[in-house]
């Protein structure tokens, strides 16, 4: 073989190695569009379990694809809304499995923190609404059942094997009905700077739930103090206080003291009245 064939035929050779090379880089390429291929991995995240079966907390994510693993920040829900109710929740969605997977999460609008609120509509100061939303979309949402289901925003609707997308929201709920099985029985009180020309009535509530809820209760005051040294009227404070009849009341805080949940405890006076130097309490009752 000469020196000129020598030379083409390596060029032939080169011509057609690198050739195929190059389409089988653009397939690769190509097998990868749509696809998350990037990670964050900043903060502390914890596992959460399917939550199918949580009877009270609605971000317990239900029917999650067994390919995918959902995860919360430390301090992934937080309460930041002025009537008490308005919150935050981050999330993660990993995919652990070894193949491409497009994501979706489904949540139950029914239950608490969100108390029904209509996830397909976001308004910056709406009630019963989202108020912000990123890194996913809502894929569906049924009224009647109240489940609310999550997919990837285009960027990352589709994970690739061990990546993870971040996604998070902001709601402000309305205000939901009253629960008694939600909160210990409140207890009633006489203040002890009470005295037979002012009295002062105090109210605990405490609550193990999750999430921050109303309380109500009717009381008898006659349980409390002596019912002849009741006025016609009380004056309620940071509370509504109506009769139901005689020296029975259905009581309820307002403003910052209508709610309670676990670490959001109440305890305040609710009513004070002036008994005009009569015997108030206990055996003193005339």
């Known amino acids: 073989m000469t020196r000129r064939m020598w030379c083409i035929s390596v060029a032939v050779f080169l011509t057609v190695f690198l050739g195929g090379l190059g389409v089988a880089g653009a397939a690769a390429l190509w097998s990868q569009s749509g696809t998350v291929s990037s990670q964050v991995t900043t903060g502390t995240w914890g596992a959460v379990e399917d939550g199918g079966g949580d009877a009270t907390d609605g971000t317990r994510p239900m029917g999650?694809?067994?390919?995918?693993?959902?995860?919360?920040?430390?301090?992934?829900?937080?309460?930041?809304?002025?009537?008490?109710?308005?919150?935050?929740?981050?999330?993660?969605?990993?995919?652990?499995?070894?193949?491409?997977?497009?994501?979706?999460?489904?949540?139950?609008?029914?239950?608490?923190?969100?108390?029904?609120?209509?996830?397909?509509?976001?308004?910056?100061?709406?009630?019963?609404?989202?108020?912000?939303?990123?890194?996913?979309?809502?894929?569906?949402?049924?009224?009647?059942?109240?489940?609310?289901?999550?997919?990837?925003?285009?960027?990352q609707r589709?994970?690739?094997?061990?990546?993870?997308?971040?996604?998070?929201?902001?709601?402000?709920?309305?205000?939901?009905?009253?629960d008694p099985t939600a909160y210990a029985a409140p207890k009633i009180r006489v203040d002890p700077s009470s005295n037979s020309y002012g009295v002062a009535l105090r109210v605990q509530v405490t609550s193990g739930s999750r999430f921050q809820l109303p309380w109500e209760i009717d009381v008898d005051l006659a349980d409390h103090v002596c019912a002849s040294s009741l006025p016609t009227k009380i004056t309620a404070e940071n509370?509504?206080?109506?009769?139901?009849?005689?020296?029975?009341?259905?009581?309820?805080?307002t403003g910052a003291f209508r709610l309670v949940g676990n670490g959001h405890s109440q305890d305040f006076v609710f009513a004070r009245y002036n008994p005009g130097g009569k015997p108030f309490q206990g055996g003193s009752c005339p």
């Open 64 to 155: 999650l694809d067994p390919r995918l693993a959902y995860s919360e920040p430390s301090g992934s829900f937080r309460y930041d809304g002025p009537t008490g109710l308005g919150f935050c929740h981050d999330f993660r969605i990993t995919n652990t499995s070894d193949e491409p997977v497009t994501w979706s999460v489904t949540f139950d609008t029914k239950k608490g923190p969100y108390w029904g609120l209509n996830p397909t509509t976001v308004k910056s100061n709406g009630t019963g609404t989202l108020r912000g939303f990123w890194g996913g979309v809502t894929s569906g949402f049924d009224s009647a059942t109240g489940l609310w289901t999550i997919g990837g925003a285009n960027y």
């Open 239 to 253: 509370a509504e206080l109506v009769r139901i009849s005689g020296t029975r009341y259905r009581l309820s805080g």
């Open 158 to 178: 589709t994970l690739a094997a061990g990546v993870s997308a971040d996604v998070g929201y902001c709601a402000n709920p309305a205000m939901p009905a009253v």
